[in-house]
């Protein structure tokens, strides 16, 4: 180690331990910097996810979520028209059900005729140059607000799968484009794959909720979709644990096998390994779910004034795509797409 003696050493040792490389070369100004920018994001990268409320002509704000709300199927449409407009290119409709038709086994998903089939069947109509993606799991239609079907204190994995099935089914019957089953039970990629291909809907994707952990980040949407005090006691018999992440690449192996054509990871910041690990190890879209609760903690954190809003929101998702994500499920899709399109070209 060289000490310098003077002030007027430091350049000559500088240039001694770098030689002639000076990577502030390149972050020197805006056009330099965009030039470089390895990750790029665009409104084509983003999913909004839409929440969904009975009735007409309503919109509910969601205390837990500030800038979030529940909508009646006829807002909704309108809101998926809007998201059509600014690029986003697919939307991920989560009811929040009336009680009266939550049971045990979540039965009012096979119904061809709930909140969600009505919603996908209202938005081919209107708006149909976006795409719709469904979750399959059942908690928005269980009185326990488990993902699967409650006996005697377990989630049971085969009967579960059962009515995961029918729910997908009468969703791609709807005009679902996507099924996005979020509920982590063993087989249901492929089971989903087989009823969909044996009712004729070969086109019908299946982006798999592949690696769903035993988050805490969760708490808001609970919230939004009305299962907060509901749920009896947690999810983590079926959902993974934090502290793996060979477990997600077993199931990601899984279901792959077993025919997902996408994968996805949720939550999202904390578990951007997985993401990388994933991307790398398998030729797969791979997409990530920036969940409410790293939504929430970006929107209080704005809202007491102690980070600049537009910028860690602008930040966090360009760190999805950084880390190999081929898109984002996230809260604040409609308002960066805005953003996106206002500045153009992206220079930062
Ligand atoms: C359950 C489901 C969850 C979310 C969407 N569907 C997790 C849960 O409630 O346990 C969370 C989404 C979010 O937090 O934004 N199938």
New binding site residues.
């Given amino acids: 180690m060289v000490t310098p003696k003077k002030p007027t050493d430091t350049s000559h040792l500088i240039d001694e331990l770098t030689g002639s490389s000076r990577l502030r070369r390149t972050r020197r100004c805006p056009w330099m910097r965009a030039m470089v920018a390895e990750a790029r994001l665009s409104p084509a990268d983003l999913i909004l ?1 839409i929440f969904l409320i009975e009735g007409e002509d309503r919109e509910e704000s969601i205390d837990a979520m500030p800038g979030v709300s529940r909508f009646t199927i006829d807002h909704a449409v309108l809101v998926a028209k809007k998201a059509a407009s600014l690029g986003i290119p697919l939307i991920a409709p ?1 009811p929040n059900v009336a009680l009266e038709k939550r049971d045990t086994t979540g039965s009012e998903i096979t119904n061809p005729d709930n909140i969600i089939c009505e919603f996908i069947r209202a938005v081919k109509a209107a708006v149909p140059e976006i795409g719709v993606m469904t ?1 399959a ?1 059942l ?1 928005p239609f269980t009185d326990h607000g488990h ?1 699967g079907v409650l006996r005697d204190g377990e989630i049971v994995n085969d009967e579960s799968v059962e009515q995961i099935v029918a729910g997908a089914l009468v969703q791609a019957e709807a005009g679902a484009d996507i099924i996005a089953p ?2 982590m039970m063993d087989g249901r990629i492929g089971a989903i794959r087989v009823a969909l291909d044996e009712a004729g809907y070969q086109d019908v994707a299946i982006m798999s909720y592949t690696a769903k952990y035993a988050s805490g ?2 708490g ?3 919230e939004a979709i009305g ?1 907060e005090g509901l749920l009896q006691g947690d ?1 983590k018999t079926y959902y993974i644990d934090p502290a793996n992440s060979e477990d997600a690449m077993r199931e990601a192996q899984q279901d792959i096998d077993e025919g997902a054509d996408m994968l996805m990871v949720k939550p999202g910041m904390p578990y951007l390994d997985i993401v990388r690990r994933m991307k790398d190890e398998f030729s797969m879209p791979v997409f990530a ?1 920036q ?3 790293e939504y929430t903690m970006i929107e209080l954190a704005a809202a007491a004034g102690v980070v600049d809003g537009d910028r860690v929101r602008m930040e966090s998702l360009i760190a999805f795509k950084r880390a190999g994500a081929d898109g984002i499920l996230t809260y604040h899709a409609m308002h960066i797409a805005e953003k996106l399109n206002a500045q153009s070209p992206a220079i930062t």
């Fill in positions: 996810p989560f979750d799991a908690d993902d979020s509920d980040f969760y808001p949407y609970r299962t999810k779910y969940v409410s609760g």
